[in-house]
């Protein structure tokens, strides 16, 4: 049996959730739409737990996927966990990131929207299939990760993060055609297959060689681990996969949050050409595809705009969550990625791709980058600062989207940076009709 992986949401939901609930509860912008978007709070999220008195909450949501197992359910995973980026006298100039709980395990975690709330329903780690741990969120100790960071468990850095070897930073979740789901996380950054259960089935990774050194003599560690394009780790520190989704015809697509180091820092933060990577899951070829990113302007620079998200909407578009933040000024869009007439990357010249810098530059090296159509300004749709990052997107059907927020946990350092408190922010999901008609046409799910 054939079934649409989305059809158990899509009609009803959509009437539901725009006849049920009062628009928005916070005070709205000017020139926002309050017809076209109701924003819902999730609630009943759990206890993560307690740092110097503060209590913390499950947060830091990154994604956001129609499950097709549960009638009204959401896919959502969390990152590597409540940190913060500390500068103070004893941090000087270093990169030094707090972790008030380093036990904490990242998570797939499930959300029901029951027609007047969005609300927790559950969550799980992922177990490692060769020894049985769950993974953290740790920095994984791989030759070939380029890391900076310092990571400390209290603001005096009296003591240190103890980091393993096999951490993710999850940001990116997808259903695929045969009930598997899709990961990817930022570190390596990888492409990671997992059962329903969440047990890795395939790891996809630019430092697949490393990782199958690091399982010694497993026989199966050829078949876990599997190879992306090197050039993959000239990410930014923390800034590797951000988003997934599998099309209709099965491929993978991933998109990095921030333009490659390539071939160096400055590049990186100046180029507006950001990659799209897509896998074929069954004979893991892969090609990646040119993004141009949102010009700087005003108080943003280039290197604030980041991707947050992604959302196939048929076997050629996508939906790609673009967003920038700087001083008083916020970014937050949604447009629509025409990706079937694009050329693909070729690593092989002289000058690297992220060295044009534009997709204009691009098309005078023969290389077409995808195509940008701009769709929604969530800053219009009831978005502000207060809500912290955007960085998860999903399709109701070819009128209604819906996006997250990541609220980093809800904490922040107060002024003097020797205070862990709550920042105030609190995760919620935005329903928002679109201005024109989606050709949306998802992936089936086999049954």
Request: with cysteine; proline share 4%.
């Given at each position: 049996m054939i079934k649409n992986s989305a059809l158990y949401l899509k009609l009803a939901l959509t009437a539901t959730a725009f006849q049920?609930?009062?628009?928005?509860?916070?005070?709205?912008?000017?020139?926002?739409?309050?017809?076209?978007?109701?924003?819902?709070?999730?609630?009943?999220?759990?206890?993560?737990?307690?740092?110097?008195?503060?209590?913390?909450?499950?947060?830091?949501?990154?994604?956001?996927?129609?499950?097709?197992?549960?009638?009204?359910?959401?896919y959502v995973v969390t990152d590597r966990g409540p940190n913060l980026k500390v500068k103070n006298e004893t941090t000087k100039s270093e990169e030094?990131?707090?972790?008030?709980?380093?036990?904490?395990?990242?998570?797939?975690?499930?959300?029901?929207?029951?027609?007047?709330?969005?609300?927790?329903?559950?969550?799980y780690p992922i177990q490692h299939p060769h020894t049985g741990e769950f993974i953290d969120g740790t920095t994984p100790q791989i030759d070939g990760i380029q890391n900076p960071e310092k990571a400390w468990v209290d603001?005096?850095?009296?003591?240190?993060?103890?980091?393993?070897?096999?951490?993710?930073?999850?940001?990116?979740?997808?259903?695929?055609?045969?009930?598997?789901?899709?990961?990817?996380?930022?570190?390596?950054?990888?492409?990671?297959?997992?059962?329903?259960?969440?047990?890795?089935?395939?790891?996809?990774?630019?430092?697949?060689e490393a990782e199958q050194t690091d399982l010694g003599s497993d026989q199966n560690k050829e078949t876990l681990y599997r190879p992306l394009p090197e050039i993959l780790t000239k990410i930014r520190t923390n800034r590797g996969f951000e988003g997934i989704a599998v099309m209709l015809g099965g491929d993978v697509w991933a998109a990095l949050q921030s333009p490659l180091q390539n071939p160096d820092k400055q590049t990186g933060k100046t180029t507006r050409l950001n990659r799209l990577i897509k896998l074929n899951p069954e004979t893991g070829e892969t090609e990646?595809?040119?993004?141009?990113?949102?010009?700087?302007?005003?108080?943003?620079?280039?290197?604030?705009?980041?991707?947050?998200?992604?959302?196939?909407?048929?076997?050629?578009?996508?939906?790609?969550?673009?967003?920038?933040?700087?001083?008083?000024t916020k970014s937050v869009d949604v447009y629509l990625v025409t990706v079937h007439k694009a050329t693909p990357v070729q690593d092989t010249g002289k000058t690297t791709p992220e060295q044009w810098s534009t997709a204009e530059a691009a098309l005078q090296n023969g290389v077409k980058p995808v195509k940008k159509e701009h769709l929604l300004d969530m800053m219009?749709?009831?978005?502000?600062s207060d809500y912290g990052k955007a960085e998860g997107i999903t399709i109701l059907n070819d009128s209604t989207i819906v996006v997250l927020n990541d609220n980093d946990y809800g904490i922040a350092l107060?002024?003097?940076?020797?205070?862990?408190?709550?920042?105030?922010?609190?995760?919620?999901?935005?329903?928002?009709?679109?201005?024109?008609?989606?050709n949306h046409n998802p992936l089936i799910t086999k049954e």
């Open positions: 049920c609930c009062d628009v928005a509860t916070t005070s709205q912008s000017q020139n926002q739409d309050s017809t076209r978007y109701i924003r819902y709070e999730i609630t009943g999220l759990p206890e993560i737990g307690v740092f110097e008195g503060l209590t913390m909450f499950e947060g830091g949501f990154s994604s956001l996927e129609v499950s097709p197992f549960a009638r009204n359910e959401f030094v990131k707090l972790f008030p709980l380093p036990d904490y395990l990242p998570k797939i975690i499930k959300l029901r929207f029951t027609g007047t709330k969005m609300e927790f329903v559950g969550g603001l005096q850095g009296t003591e240190k993060v103890k980091n393993g070897n096999s951490g993710f930073d999850l940001e990116g979740i997808s259903v695929g055609r045969n009930k598997d789901l899709w990961v990817c996380e930022e570190y390596r950054p990888s492409i990671i297959r997992l059962t329903g259960d969440g047990t890795p089935l395939a790891i996809f990774s630019p430092l697949y990646m595809y040119l993004y141009e990113m949102n010009e700087a302007h005003g108080e943003l620079r280039q290197k604030d705009w980041k991707i947050g998200d992604i959302a196939a909407v048929n076997d050629s578009q996508l939906l790609v969550l673009e967003h920038a933040e700087k001083k008083n219009k749709h009831g978005y502000s107060n002024e003097t940076q020797d205070e862990v408190i709550d920042s105030g922010i609190r995760s919620f999901v935005w329903f928002v009709k679109t201005p024109f008609l989606l």
